[in-house]
């Protein structure tokens, strides 16, 4: 049973695909949901989580880092949600989200802009220019995204284990590509894996406590170990988070055990 | 009854995965072992199909640059004439790159993904970091050579009807998939795509007619219809139109030919 992703290009009929995904292999289905979690759990407005995961991080960013922690968030609040698979999920950015996690099959939705114009002039009733303007503006902003924070191109083919042109290939034969691929052996959840992605869920949930004032570490976990790498920035404020590990170890039971790395550089797994 | 383009960054996959499709669906293969048969159609050697394939001259290099194109020329057209017969996979010949608007054609693109560079550095008896660096410049070069050749990028997924990366999904179920796919009413030949097809054909064996003498031409066909497009100084404008038309109207399909002479440069030459 695998988590499967589905990217797109704004009104690249990616939502009905992964809708008629979910509906055939019966798995969840989710996009929206993750952001209310997120908002709910660390008491952030969903707008600012929306703004952080959609638009490309603004030149204050680099001293606020806001967009970094709202990312975080988002990324626990996501993780949390697969972690029992069987699950479609079709908002933003889920295959940089969920890197790391072997059973995911991403999959990536293309469409000719002439299709895409089409659509958003039906949908929000405005002209064909302004309809354009509105996608052009959309697929900047991912592309800057996607570069600032992963140093990628959103529409690079090799990020994706599918990807399909829905102008040539109908919604119907996208879904049973998908559904296909995702019985394949590569994306079956096993035990190691299953593991694997509740570790990944302990490593977010820890970065995402700790994010706000530590915004350079690092987090593994490995079987309830947490690691936590402090980068090559010394030991300053590691008094500071020593205490707020203290009580983030309080907090989840399910840490078997944690400890610090300072001065070592973050693998490159680490959340 | 389909063709199937497959491309791949990959060459040693590229052939892995078009001969299993091809041995699936019990389809004719369409790849380089077509070049002798082009070479001596087109009176030229193999060697230089073949060399054409791989590396553009330098632009400095004029004559090398003309044979070059016109080797170029002689593979799309005896593609093009073979992609008639229908029923086959092609690989390894670019076809991807210049044989567009034919609904029945599909286009396949494979990536090879992590575990290639890990089994060329094992091949190669190096670290995985040098393998990753030669096959980025690897990748540079033919990202370099199609653009050069057809001003396209090859790696752009809209190019292709689906892209597969083999990471996690193993060339088997990739060539399931992809025989699957083939067998969709919309990759099976009908009227309408067959003409596109055979309006590319005839234009390719103009193209390549033509170019034997003379550089800066585009060919269109439509039902037998021919437009040569080609950019002449003035002073020889005429003498260049006579003998355009008499070239390309002695070529077999060709029932009327038009020609736009113009002093602007063209994007591309097929």
Redesign the interface.
């Known amino acids: 049973m695998a988590i499967i992703t589905i990217s797109r290009g704004s009104s690249s009929l990616g939502k009905t695909v992964a809708e008629q995904v979910a509906r055939r292999l019966d798995y969840r289905l989710i996009s929206r949901e993750v952001l209310l979690d997120a908002s709910t759990r660390f008491q952030i407005p969903e707008i600012k989580l929306e703004k952080a995961i959609h638009d490309a991080p603004g030149i204050l960013e680099r001293y606020r880092h806001s967009q970094q922690s709202y990312v975080a968030y988002i990324r626990s609040a996501l993780v949390e949600r697969v972690v029992d698979d069987n699950v479609v999920y079709h908002g933003l950015a889920g295959h940089l989200l969920l890197k790391g996690l072997?059973h995911v099959?991403k999959v990536?939705i293309?469409a000719?802009l002439k299709r895409r114009v089409a659509i958003v002039m039906e949908r929000d009733k405005i002209p064909e220019e302004a309809a354009r303007r509105r996608i052009l503006e959309d697929d900047r902003q991912r592309q800057k995204w996607t570069q600032s924070l992963y140093g990628q191109d959103p529409?690079d083919?090799?990020l994706?284990?599918?990807?399909?042109?829905i102008d040539?290939?109908?919604v119907d034969?996208a879904v049973?590509?998908i559904c296909?691929?995702a019985a394949?052996?590569?994306?079956q959840a096993t035990e190691s894996r299953r593991r694997k992605a509740q570790d990944m869920a302990m490593a977010c949930r820890v970065k995402a406590a700790l994010v706000d004032e530590f915004p350079q570490v690092g987090v593994t976990c490995d079987n309830g170990n947490v690691l936590v790498y402090t980068g090559s920035g010394g030991d300053r404020g590691s008094g500071k988070l020593a205490k707020k590990l203290r009580q983030i170890r309080d907090m989840e039971e399910k840490i078997f055990h944690l400890e610090t790395h300072p001065g070592v550089a973050l693998p490159p797994d680490a959340v | 009854m389909s063709i199937i383009m497959i491309s791949s960054d990959v060459p040693e996959m590229e052939n892995r995965i078009a001969e299993g499709v091809a041995e699936e669906k019990g389809y004719d293969r369409l790849d380089r072992r077509i070049l002798a048969d082009a070479a001596l159609r087109y009176g030229t050697r193999p060697e230089r199909l073949n060399e054409a394939l791989e590396s553009a001259p330098s632009l400095f290099r004029r004559l090398a640059l003309r044979r070059w194109r016109y080797a170029l020329a002689c593979i799309q057209a005896e593609v093009l004439d073979r992609m008639l017969a229908d029923n086959l996979v092609c690989w390894g010949l670019a076809a991807h790159l210049y044989v567009n608007g034919v609904?029945h054609a599909m286009k396949i693109?494979v990536?090879s993904?992590k575990e290639a560079d890990a089994k060329t550095a094992e091949q190669m008896g190096v670290p995985l970091h040098k393998s990753e660096r030669w096959r980025a410049a690897s990748s540079k070069r033919r990202k370099e050579w199609t653009m050069a050749a057809f001003q396209e990028e090859e790696?752009d997924?809209?190019r292709?009807?689906?892209?597969?990366?083999l990471?996690?999904?193993?060339p088997v179920?990739a060539v399931?998939?992809i025989v699957?796919?083939s067998e969709?009413r919309?990759f099976q030949s009908m009227t309408y795509s067959t003409k596109c097809l055979t309006d590319l054909a005839l234009a390719a064996k103009v193209h390549v007619a033509l170019s034997e003498s003379m550089t800066d031409v585009r060919v269109q066909a439509r039902d037998g219809s021919v437009v040569v497009s080609t950019r002449v100084p003035n002073r020889q404008k005429r003498k260049k139109v006579a003998a355009i038309k008499q070239v390309a109207g002695r070529v077999h399909g060709v029932s009327y030919v038009e020609v736009h002479a113009q002093k602007g440069f063209f994007k591309r030459t097929g």
Do not use: H
């Not at chain 1, 994706?160 to 042109?165: A, F, G, P, S």
């Not at chain 2, 990471?167 to 193993?170: A, E, G, N, R, S």
């Open positions: 072997g099959l990536r293309n000719e529409w083919a090799s994706y284990d599918l990807t399909i042109c040539t290939l109908s034969m049973d590509f296909r691929a394949a052996e590569g994306f | 609904s693109r990536l993904g790696a997924p809209s292709y009807d689906l892209v597969i990366r990471d996690q999904i193993d179920e399931r998939t699957g796919a969709y919309k």
